[in-house]
């Protein structure tokens, strides 16, 4: 276990719907990453915050926007679905601010988009 | 071409084997080099880092890397069924615009 929770596990939605992903941290981590996982694209980094700052971003969509709220924990809101939006999402922690600093994943959301 | 190309397998060698996963990447501007392992339902973990080119030791798994022919490798010693697992590599570009990037993974199993 990473220490790193995320919520929903699972979701199902339909095409054209938003929805939010949650990701709670490692205790003491400032530090949060988003990443996607899919057959065809691999793991690919979405976007970094630290401490409530955006840090870093990666190949994310405009549809797709995150934030990091004073308690650390962060949300992956992502909108007008589409079908190729089904994948696995991840969270990962790290302590620092630099992305090269160990980061530990969480267990994933699994968002099916129909 | 695609910044991080790994073989996607799937690899099946027998326990006790020499495991030996490799990527090339494309951009010499990358500067850390890690391999990252993920088993079935759950997100990856990280097991080597480096920064430089040459070897790296840590029990039965070396990491290695080559900034001039831009290849890097791992290789697994005496492999365990407990092995099995899809192994990413993922390397960084700091400075500027910060980038990290992972190859898409290699499923490897151990046959007990």
């Known amino acids: 276990d990473s220490g790193v929770t995320q919520t929903p596990k699972h979701l199902i939605t339909a095409t054209g719907q938003r929805v939010t992903l949650r990701c709670s941290p490692r205790?003491?981590?400032?530090?949060v990453y988003w990443y996607q996982q899919s057959l065809d694209q691999g793991l690919q980094f979405l976007i970094q915050y630290y401490n409530g700052e955006e840090r870093a971003k990666g190949n994310i969509l405009e549809r797709f926007s995150a934030q990091q709220f004073p308690d650390l924990h962060s949300e992956l809101n992502l909108s007008s679905l589409e079908l190729g939006d089904s994948a696995l999402y991840f969270c990962?922690?790290?302590?620092?601010?630099?992305?090269?600093?160990?980061?530990?994943f969480g267990p994933g959301t699994r968002l099916t988009v129909l | 071409q695609k910044e991080v190309e790994q073989d996607p397998g799937p690899l099946s060698v027998p326990e006790g084997a020499i495991v030996s996963l490799n990527c090339t990447y494309s951009?010499?501007?990358?500067?850390?080099f890690m391999w990252y392992r993920q088993y079935s339902r759950k997100g990856p973990e990280l097991l080597m880092y480096t920064y430089s080119s040459g070897n790296k030791e840590d029990g039965r798994f070396t990491a290695q890397v080559d900034k001039s022919s831009k290849y890097i490798s791992l290789f697994i010693r005496d492999s365990q069924p407990s092995d099995s697992a899809t192994y990413l590599c993922a390397t960084l570009k700091q400075g500027g615009s910060e980038k990290l990037v992972f190859g898409k993974g290699t499923k490897l199993t151990v046959n007990p």
């Open positions: 990962a922690s790290s302590g620092l601010a630099g992305i090269a600093d160990t980061q530990y």
């Open positions: 205790s003491g981590d400032l530090s």
């Open positions: 951009n010499s501007a990358f500067q850390y």
